[in-house]
């Protein structure tokens, strides 16, 4: 039996299913000054904001709609000017809007937060908190009092989440459960958790495609990718992940879509080199051989798979690997192999 350490963060509470929207009122009722963040899309395409305003009602105090792609830090700074004063925030987007609901938290002496998630990223879960810089680095940080305490999953308001975004953050979710499982060490509950978040990703992203209408596939995919990132306070990520940051932010490709670009060059790149007993249970949970089941996976969904698709250029692949170091080899080969 080999020991190992196990840390939860400080969610507490996840509604789920479609109708969890509701809860909001539930979730709010005892704040007096409501402050909601969200992105413009969803503002200006949808009737989902003012439908959460309503929710909120009287506690409502206003409404940020300005949290863009890679949660720029002057967007983070512009929203806690505007909340200054409320006593929680409600964050209702995708996991740039959640990361900055995060940072607005901690810029105002961390403020509770109710998190909406739109997308299958994941942030919510995180105490990681990815905000880029003005010149277009990652520039966030690591901190378990900036986690919401409580998450809405509810299905139903992910119908309007463009399809290319819902499902490539479905790959984001799958990288999250590889790498989480790959690296770190024993962990009995995590390592159940996201073997099954990968197994249903797996299955679930490809009905979802074929019926985008199916409520009830949405939430279990919304199930599927909270299993992906389980309790992640002591589960490290690999080179995909992190390589997927430096792309997105540098040359604003999503976060979803970068996963679709490097994950399954990643576990070509680490096959030989990471435990074989995980890497069996690896690919008895995927169906097959990891990388392979990944690149069959996204071309299926249609999602792009090239980082020549993007305006990347060749010259700039090796000074991306030079970063990180002691990896440097293996970033090469990815970046080289995802190209």
Same mark, same amino acid.
């Given at each position: ?15 789920? &299913? ?9 979730? *709010? ?9 969200? &992105? ?8 989902? =904001? ?117 499902? *490539? ?8 459960? =590889? ?12 390592? =159940? ?14 009905? %979802? ?56 060059? %990643? ?44 305006? =990347?250029?060749? &010259? ?24």
């Amino acid at each position: 039996m080999k020991k190992g350490t196990y840390e939860a963060l400080a969610t507490r509470r996840i509604h789920f &299913g479609p109708g969890s929207l509701e809860k909001l009122a539930d979730e *709010s009722h005892a704040a007096e000054n409501v402050f909601l963040v969200t &992105g413009r899309s969803l503002k200006e395409k949808t009737d989902l =904001v003012r439908k959460v305003e309503s929710l909120l009602g009287d506690r409502h105090s206003g409404t940020y709609a300005g949290m863009g792609q890679h949660t720029p830090t002057a967007a983070v700074k512009e929203a806690a000017g505007l909340a200054a004063g409320a006593d929680l925030l409600v964050s209702f987007g995708g996991g740039s809007v959640i990361d900055g609901t995060k940072a607005v938290s901690r810029e105002l002496g961390y403020v509770p937060q109710v998190a909406v998630p739109t997308t299958l990223s994941v942030a919510e879960l995180a105490h990681l908190v990815g905000v880029t810089n003005e010149a277009g680095r990652k520039a966030g940080f690591v901190d378990r009092r900036a986690v919401p305490e409580t998450i809405v999953y509810d299905p139903e308001v992910t119908l309007a989440t463009p399809e290319r975004l819902w499902l *490539s953050t479905g790959i984001r979710a799958l990288d999250h459960a =590889v790498e989480g499982f790959l690296y770190g060490g024993p962990r009995p509950v995590t390592d =159940v958790m996201t073997l099954e978040g990968a197994s249903r990703l797996v299955r679930l992203l490809p009905e %979802s495609k074929a019926d985008p209408e199916d409520v009830d596939v949405r939430g279990e995919l919304q199930v599927a990718a909270w299993l992906s990132y389980f309790a992640p306070a002591n589960t490290p990520m690999g080179l995909s992940h992190n390589l997927g940051k430096r792309l997105g932010a540098s040359y604003g490709i999503p976060h979803g879509i970068t996963s679709c670009l490097t994950l399954a060059p %990643s576990l070509e790149a680490v096959r030989d080199s990471v435990d074989p007993d995980r890497w069996h249970r690896l690919s008895d949970a995927l169906g097959g051989e990891p990388s392979e089941r990944v690149r069959d996976l996204v071309e299926r969904l249609g999602l792009p798979n090239r980082i020549s698709d993007f305006e =990347v250029p060749e &010259g700039d692949l090796e000074e991306i690997a030079a970063e990180f170091e002691d990896k440097e080899a293996d970033a090469l080969t990815i970046l080289k192999a995802a190209y």
